[in-house]
């Protein structure tokens, strides 16, 4: 496996650092400045997170995360980690990049399965960022980490498809931008178990499609993309929404979290890496007890600990997408639910000791530790808990046996 980077990879490294440090972190203040100003939080969108990726697109860092060259930027799964983990260094840069989930899981799901009309329809504003979107497949009345038992019901009305059901997680529908949802659901309940959940688009304006509330993560927001819940009471959308057939919903949802999942992955070694810097800055800059902190025993094991942790959790992430490129997703399974697994509990560690070397700062909004905690802790539950993983890789490892 040789994990260096080409030519062409590190001259959008070097173009990508130089925008985030130019255009990213001078303006997150900005943002969430402008998005405490507005009266709805949910209602507009910061004008400077607009301003700044036309500068992105100008300069072609636009949708990256493609690998298909009609679409996107042609990089292979590993071309992408190294300029996904530095994306991945402030909430504001994704987005900036048109690489932001859930938007890019659902992009690849139009590209991979899409009709010419609904690529046509959904997927190309989207790739130019004139739209956002959302996907709705989390009940809160079923446990949702199995898919099989997602109970909303998608039901075939001549040329039409009924839809009635409620979702929750549903990130990204708070956004005014959010036009489209791919909903999950069950077309034949009677089918073999894989075989009975479709995967439909609804547009949010569709009558029937209601936002009940905005559901809060350890009390962020998260405006104005927000994570929905909502309710779905008898909307119709033409048969043609829905995506590459009845029955193919769990195959659909298999093909676009393996990306999603290492995507998420590669963004959390690079707010781990920004956490990491922030330690050792802070650490060198305040005393106590007649010495800098760095010269603090303890101080130390954590730094070091940490970049021991970040660069182990780097070169799971690339052997995972080497082998997504190499011998695809099926066979890369167990590499992804293991990164899946590692690369969050690994950024938890390294942030909480950011939080503790920053003291009391460090649970404040005045510093990014506390949302960026926040947002690592609820990626081990999103695209399947720690547990589900877990589960998998023993299922594998002890198939080997037997």
Known sequence: ??????????????????FMEAYIYPNEKIYRNQLNQQSDRFGSVPPII????????????????????EYGAGL????????????????????????NAPDTGNMEVLVRYGSEKQKKEWLEPLLTGEIRSCFSMTEPDVASSDATNISTSIVKDGDEYVINGRKWWSSGAGDPRCK???????????????????????PMD???????????????????????????????????????????????????LGP???????????????????????????????????EQGVIQEWIANSRIEIEQARLLTLKAAYMMDTVGNKEAKTEIAMIKVVAPNMALRVLDRA?????????????????HWANARTLRIADGP?????????KLELKKYS
């Open 180 to 202: 489209i949802a791919i909903v999950m659901g069950k077309t034949n309940p009677d089918a073999p178990r894989h075989e009975q959940q479709s995967m439909i688009l609804v």
């Open 76 to 99: 292979t799964n590993l071309e992408y980690a190294p300029l996904c983990e530095i994306m991945g260094r402030s909430v504001v840069g994704p987005e900036s990049f048109n690489c």
């Open 355 to 371: 939080i503790q070397a920053f003291g009391a700062a460090g649970v404040s909004d005045d510093f990014t530790l506390a949302y």
């Open 260 to 294: 999603g999942r290492i995507h998420h992955c590669m963004r959390l070694i690079g707010l781990a890496e920004r956490a990491l810097e922030d330690l050792c800055k802070r650490v060198q800059e305040r005393e106590t007890f007649g010495k800098k902190l760095s």
């Open 50 to 69: 607009e301003e700044i990726k036309q500068k992105a697109k100008a300069e072609g860092l636009w949708n990256l995360f493609l690998p298909d060259n």
């Open 206 to 256: 569709t009558p029937g499609v209601k936002i009940e509330r905005m559901v809060p993560v350890f009390g962020y927001d998260d405006a104005p993309h927000g994570h929905a819940e909502i309710t779905f009471e008898n909307v119709r959308v033409p048969a043609e929404n829905i995506i590459w057939g009845e029955g193919k919903g769990f195959a659909i949802a298999q093909g676009r």
């Open 1 to 18: 496996m040789d994990f260096s980077y080409s030519d062409k990879v590190q001259e959008l490294r070097k173009k990508l650092t130089e």
């Open 386 to 394: 720690d547990e589900v993983h877990r589960r998998q890789i023993a």
